[in-house]
């Protein structure tokens, strides 16, 4: 075999592993066929393979499943439910609502934000933290009134919120769009966070 | 099957850990097996293929979803445990000295209990020649030679796998071969 040319033990492994050029394999084969030590040299090859390819399969053992799952962390599922939340500001902001009605955030909101307040506008008139909207005026948008009452005279083409307060309809007042009185602070604190999100 | 594979990913990249629940399933016996010959250790190979599936879950938004999802894998699992077989290298040096002391544990793990017939008995001392001679192989011949012979991967995949080119692994798989050829011809 020490005659044998180099290149012969190498055209055997190409060969079992089916890349081998037509050329070599005729060389390979050729020489074979007249070279005892060589021919035993690509058995004892073959017989390798087999053995190593007799190997038993084997399965996973029993519960392995159930291991790999309780090793998870379980931040990943946290991560994934902030991630959602991301996607869904809506729902983010239903969220935080929910954390803020257990905190003591409320107190904090009331005495902050008790002062009459009402959509600038200068159709409307005031009297006693009662906004009017006086008999034959159309007021062109939306009007909100925190902390105090409205009287609805004329017309109001929007919607009307009023928050801690009362609405009061004359029979000739409309309004064209939605009316809303918020009055308990869990709703209005709803209110704020859906305007957030317009 | 691919498909399937993609949209538990997706699943579980939105964070939706049964999804992973199924990828395990699906891959379990693979990674497993990987890891058994790599190591030929029960215990060892379930540590090492349940570290596989917990880096896998930890590591899921590094895999480009454009390649094989099996390709990702396993090479998780083959350098977890090239890394195991570098650390416990004397260990092994021992086991090889005192032949036969680990292959008794495989005997029972193998037997669970059952008498065995003679020629299965033969072919278990078969199986425990074969053991050594793999352990033998250092483990840069051992990956490709199990990637092969035991999973029956084409070249390129395992090329893909270990992520050398594949000369180089062709290379490996000869040199392997040659070595197993030494320890296992007198069979
Ligand atoms: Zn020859």
């Given at each position: 075999?020490?005659?044998?040319?180099?290149?012969?033990?190498?055209?055997?492994?190409?060969?079992?592993?089916?890349?081998?050029?037509?050329?070599?394999?005729?060389?390979?084969?050729?020489?074979?066929?007249?070279?005892?030590?060589?021919?035993?040299?690509?058995?004892?090859?073959?017989?390798?393979i087999a053995f190593v390819q007799s190997a038993s399969h084997i399965a996973a053992p029993a519960?392995f499943?159930?291991?790999?799952?309780?090793?998870?962390?379980?931040?990943?599922?946290?991560?994934?439910?902030?991630?959602?939340?991301?996607?869904?500001?809506?729902?983010?902001?239903?969220?935080?609502?929910?954390?803020?009605?257990?905190?003591?955030?409320?107190?904090?909101?009331?005495?902050?934000?008790?002062?009459?307040?009402?959509?600038?506008?200068?159709?409307?008139?005031?009297?006693?933290?009662?906004?009017?909207?006086?008999?034959?005026?159309?007021?062109?948008?939306?009007?909100?009134?925190?902390?105090?009452?409205?009287?609805?005279?004329?017309?109001?083409?929007?919607?009307?919120?009023?928050?801690?307060?009362?609405?009061?309809?004359?029979?000739?007042?409309?309004?064209?769009?939605?009316?809303?009185?918020?009055?308990?602070?869990?709703?209005?604190?709803?209110?704020?966070?859906?305007?957030?999100?317009? | 099957?691919?498909?399937?594979?993609?949209?538990?990913?997706?699943?579980?990249?939105?964070?939706?850990?049964?999804?992973?629940?199924?990828?395990?399933?699906l891959y379990k016996d693979k990674v497993y097996q990987i890891c058994f010959r790599m190591l030929w250790?029960r215990?060892?190979a379930e540590?090492?293929a349940?570290?596989?599936?917990?880096?896998?879950?930890?590591?899921?938004?590094?895999?480009?979803?454009?390649?094989?999802?099996s390709?990702?894998?396993y090479?998780?699992a083959?350098?977890?445990?090239?890394?195991?077989?570098?650390?416990?290298?004397?260990?092994?040096?021992?086991?090889?000295?005192?032949?036969?002391?680990?292959?008794?544990?495989m005997?029972?793990h193998l037997s669970s209990?059952?008498?065995?017939?003679?020629?299965e008995?033969?072919s278990l001392?078969v199986q425990e020649?074969i053991r050594?001679?793999i352990?033998?192989?250092?483990?840069?011949?051992?990956?490709?030679i199990v990637l092969k012979y035991v999973e029956e991967l084409?070249?390129?995949?395992?090329?893909?796998?270990?992520?050398?080119?594949?000369?180089?692994?062709?290379?490996?798989?000869?040199?392997?071969?040659?070595?197993?050829?030494?320890?296992?011809?007198?069979?």
């Amino acid at each position: 075999m020490t005659s044998c040319p180099k290149q012969i033990v190498h055209y055997m492994h190409e060969y079992l592993d089916g890349e081998i050029e037509n050329d070599a394999k005729e060389e390979l084969k050729l020489h074979i066929e007249t070279c005892e030590d060589c021919k035993h040299h690509y058995l004892e090859l073959k017989k390798t393979i087999a053995f190593v390819q007799s190997a038993s399969h084997i399965a996973a053992p029993a519960g392995f499943k159930a291991r790999v799952m309780a090793s998870l962390p379980r931040d990943k599922k946290k991560m994934g439910v902030e991630r959602w939340l991301r996607n869904h500001p809506f729902f983010t902001a239903a969220a935080l609502f929910l954390l803020l009605m257990g905190g003591g955030f409320f107190s904090m909101l009331e005495q902050r934000d008790h002062q009459f307040a009402f959509t600038k506008n200068s159709e409307l008139k005031v009297e006693n933290e009662t906004v009017i909207v006086p008999p034959g005026t159309v007021i062109e948008e939306d009007v909100v009134v925190k902390n105090g009452d409205i009287r609805i005279e004329g017309a109001v083409n929007g919607d009307v919120t009023v928050i801690n307060g009362e609405r009061y309809m004359a029979a000739a007042g409309s309004v064209t769009g939605e009316i809303e009185e918020i009055d308990r602070l869990f709703e209005r604190l709803w209110f704020e966070i859906k305007s957030l999100f317009k | 099957m691919d498909l399937m594979v993609q949209r538990r990913i997706k699943q579980v990249l939105k964070g939706d850990q049964n999804a992973f629940g199924e990828i395990v399933e699906l891959y379990k016996d693979k990674v497993y097996q990987i890891c058994f010959r790599m190591l030929w250790d029960r215990h060892e190979a379930e540590d090492a293929a349940q570290e596989t599936f917990l880096k896998a879950f930890l590591n899921i938004h590094t895999y480009n979803q454009d390649k094989k999802f099996s390709t990702w894998l396993y090479r998780i699992a083959t350098n977890l445990c090239i890394d195991k077989i570098r650390k416990k290298k004397p260990d092994y040096h021992l086991d090889a000295e005192i032949a036969g002391t680990d292959g008794l544990n495989m005997y029972s793990h193998l037997s669970s209990g059952d008498q065995l017939p003679e020629e299965e008995v033969e072919s278990l001392e078969v199986q425990e020649t074969i053991r050594q001679a793999i352990l033998l192989l250092p483990e840069k011949y051992r990956s490709v030679i199990v990637l092969k012979y035991v999973e029956e991967l084409p070249l390129q995949e395992i090329a893909d796998i270990l992520e050398l080119p594949l000369g180089t692994v062709k290379t490996r798989v000869h040199r392997g071969r040659e070595a197993l050829r030494k320890h296992l011809r007198h069979l």
